[in-house]
């Protein structure tokens, strides 16, 4: 709307509200130009602004001159609209609705077919109702179906209107086509309501596509397998079609839902019977398949391939044009994304698909679905492999501005804004014309896009475009600007990841895609941080947010009647009830108005996070400062976060002023520091060099880990000696203070799975430096809450032996570790099964250990599990474990304590992560394939020292220092000295694996044997 008609609109209501009420004709009359659509939309916004002001009264009397002013632009639409009317019934009543006469006069009258039209169809229709016998309504109403099917697909004009004006006549018919009296014919309009819906433009998309489901379910009322399967296989595969594109209820079972309904259509839809129906069945299934979230990505999308592929057998080019167009996008788009196969290939065979199409759908006569290809190809000219990349650029841009012809913001607000979103990223990326204006447009298409892409609408959008400005305004140096967008997004996200209902798999998935913004966040902080310190504490603040937050969201919600007092539980569900509510409303449609419920929310979820945050060392927003003021004087924390090119290590220390200076210019270079409150903040950065040699080390590392153990283990030592290299340990420990002696040590990624507490560094390894233990922590956020946990008991023990019945020494561990608690309950062997790990027992359990095989899958990491005497327990299961007081799990197996080291979003998903979701503060698990008598041995001396009052991580150190450098002869005595319950076979083993070794000598001293197991948490 432009300023001068904007101000008219405000001139003509002031004079309105002011004047007496008898003046108000002849002041309309005298700015009727102003009586219009327009000025009934401006005084809509106009009430709701007062209403949010406060100024109820005010919002009251504009909203009654919004309804007067709506009623007279109907009757100016009527004055305006009757003769078309007349001219077009009179048409429809002596052609029995021939698209031939009608169309013509629809072309003719295309400013006529409006959104007011469809608002006054009704009346007009009763108009014409009450001067006909009631005994003739059954076949006027077959001509408003008729007219309406006509004006569904007709293609000129405004498509959204056109739909609405379908709408309406649908709505008139099914006055008089009622399921009591004419099911059939009633059936026939629900299902056609529920096609217009589904492809309705005006509202909201979740809403509409609701409706339509509710459309065809009525339909499937009458229209029955059994009785009608012609019809039946329709509204199945209708059905499908909503399900594909709905927006409420989890996504993947959306889907699902969709195939199974596409599936049931094709009982009927054979391709020998109904070739063209079965084709279009097949099609269907390819877009659902397209989508899919279960199952593997690379297998749905060949699925699709399939479907589409088989559906051309039937929609050819000469036979259904318009129906091979549309499989020909849809191919297109498929190959855009297919990863199997050369990706150049597939982008050149989109390429092909897409442009076929455009055979069909020209701009005049298909606008729309011309416009949708544009887009389609301009998204596979911005990836094109083949060819000069300026020039795909510039062909991406052109298609984009092709669709935006047809995509306006007024007819398309959302496929507008997604395109607006696309063009940003191909102007910042586009290589021909002056760099500054090119990136301007991207910036001018990011705010444009942001109109639309409200938070509170779409809020997922509203993140992926204000990371898009981000990157853009990075690239512009203007790095203040960059940093308020990826803040804007990564608020979106976390709010994304905690409220909105899309299943785990989902959310994970969320956080892989997202992985890039953290980073571009954190990057940003550090280079502000050069002129401005206290960037630096922001720049370790979001790493934090962008680890394992999925995880602490589950133990805060796992953990609500154990943390929070009762009533202050009740509170915060009721509070995120509400909130979740409310935000369905706003993406549904169904707010009266979303504005003012907005802000509600925000308001709503501020009350939520300052009650948690009130009772909870961790609440809905990481805050540095609690955590460093959580930390003792003699306590340092180095926390790892690997970017795309380098890696960034936090290193935390008492502000003693006691570390080391740096040895040189390019070494100071390297280093960022500040000083919060007590602690000192110091950031290393590595080369790009540097992360390749680690990545180059890994995968060395894991080659001989899973192909040739013998050769790992002979190259462990000199590979833990080239790893303190590559993440210069010995720049990391010259910060921190001599006074030290306790570390906290915070990995990411791949670091996870590495044995960091047993690297060499200045002639000796990381654990003999600390004598109060080193400790991992999957975040700062987890060590906060694991800390809230206050278990004071540890007199139950709860134990799993040897279910195998392959492990010699464990049952003398747990025999031997049962004798130091005042309760034990121990399942052996057969017994040791998944019936036995019960809630109800588990609640009073105060230490759990499990002797017994582990494994990790890393290709699918949920599937990670314990083997039991019945099967494994999985870490899908060990999440759903009620350990609210247990102060400590011990995890004496294998491959305990491994995670993914592929996984970008960091989420730490593993079995320690599994058992600190249940409910303890401590975890100790291994991190390769174990010996069983080490084990055994180090196991029985981290209870000891833990019996003698260390903390859990000062217990397994010592342990394991104690196991590195025990004697044989000193074994010997402490096997005597213990009692330990040797069977006389055992025995005579354990002589013959001793015996030939010297006294002096140090059976276990390969960091095999002691430095396989950390201790995870507090």
Known sequence: MDEQRHQAYLDLTEELLRCDSTRAPEIL????????????????????????????????QIYNLRDY?????????????????????????????????????????????TDAFAQILPSLAANLFSTIPSEGWTAIAGLFVNFSNLMFHFPLGSRASNLEIAIAGYNIALDIFTQAELPQQWAIVENSLGAAYNNR???????????????YQNALQVYTQDSFPEEWAMLQNNLGTAYSSRILGDQGQNLEQAI????????????????????????????????????????????????????????????????????????????????????ARNLERAINYLQNALQVYTQTEFPEKWAQTQKN?????????????????????????????????????????ETQNALAAAWRQRILGERHQNLEQAINCCQEALQVRTQAAFPMYHAETQLNLGLTYRDMQQLYLAY?????????????????????????????????????????CLELAVNEPQYLSKAITYVERSKTRQLVELVLSRDNHSIFPPDIASQLQQLQDEINQGQQCIQSGTSANSTVLAQKLQKLRQQRNTLQDSYLAVGSRFDLAPFLASLDDRTAVIEWFIADGQIFTFVVTPNTGSSSAPNSETEANSFLCVEENQQRITVWRSTPEDLQDLANWLEAYLKDYYQDKDCWRTQLMPRLEELARNLHLDRLLSQLPQ?????????????????????????????DRFSRGIRYAPSCQLLQLAQTRQRPNFKHLF???????????????????????????????????????????????????????????LVSPLDSALQLADGPLTLAEILNLDLQQARLVTLSACETGLTDPSSLSDEYIGLPSGFLYAGTPSVVSSLWTVDDLSTSFLMLQFYYNLRNGSSVGAALNQAQLWLRDVTKMELQKWVIQIKLPLPPAVKIALHRRLHQLQDDSKPFCDAFHWAGFCAVGV
């Open 29 to 60: 009359r005298a700015r009727r130009e102003f009586v219009d659509t327009g000025w009934v939309e401006w005084l809509e916004q106009a009430a709701i602004r007062q209403e949010e002001q406060g100024n109820l009264q005010g919002a009251n």
């Open 69 to 113: 002013a709506a009623i007279l632009v109907s009757l100016e639409t009527v004055k305006i609209t009757a003769p078309f009317w007349n001219e077009l019934w009179q048409a429809i009543l002596q052609s029995n609705c021939n698209s031939q006469v009608i169309e013509p006069l629809l072309k003719a009258n295309l400013d006529k077919l």
């Open 201 to 215: 433009l005006r509202g909201e998309r979740a809403e509409n596509l609701e409706q339509a489901i509710a459309y």
């Open 260 to 343: 199974l309904c596409h599936q049931n259509s094709e009982q009927v839809y054979t391709e020998d019977d109904y070739p063209v129906d079965w084709a279009r069945a097949q099609h269907n299934l390819g877009i659902a398949y397209r989508g899919r979230i279960q199952g593997e990505p690379d297998a749905n999308l060949e699925q699709a391939i399939a479907c589409f592929r088989s559906s051309l057998l039937v929609r050819t080019r000469s036979a259904l044009p318009t129906e091979w167009a549309d499989t020909q996008k849809n191919l297109g788009v498929v190959y855009c994304d297919r990863q199997q196969g050369n990706k």
């Open 377 to 417: 190809l301009g998204v596979v000219y911005w990836q094109r492999l083949e060819g000069e990349k300026a020039e795909n650029i510039e062909r991406a841009i052109a298609c984009y501005q092709n669709a935006l012809q047809v995509y306006t913001k007024a007819e398309f607000p959302e496929t507008w804004a």
């Open 484 to 524: 308020s967008a990826f803040v804007a997004a990564v608020e979106t996200v976390e709010f994304l990841r905690s409220e909105i209902i899309s299943g785990d798999i989902a959310k994970r998935k969320l956080a892989e895609e997202w992985h890039q913004l953290y980073i571009n966040i954190v990057e940003v």
């Open 739 to 767: 006074e030290c002696n306790q570390l906290i040590l915070i990995p990411h990624r791949f670091l996870h799975i590495l044995p960091l507490h047993a690297l060499p560094v200045f002639d000796t390894t990381l654990i």
């Open 799 to 857: 134990a799993i032996q040897n279910p195998t019945d392959d492990l010699t020494y464990a049952a003398i561990e747990v025999k031997a570790i049962k004798d130091k608690f005042e309760i034990a309950t121990v399942f052996q062997q057969l017994a040791a099964t998944k019936a036995a790990i019960s809630n109800s027992l588990l609640q009073s359990i105060h230490c759990v250990h499990f002797a017994c095989h582990g494994i990790f899958d």
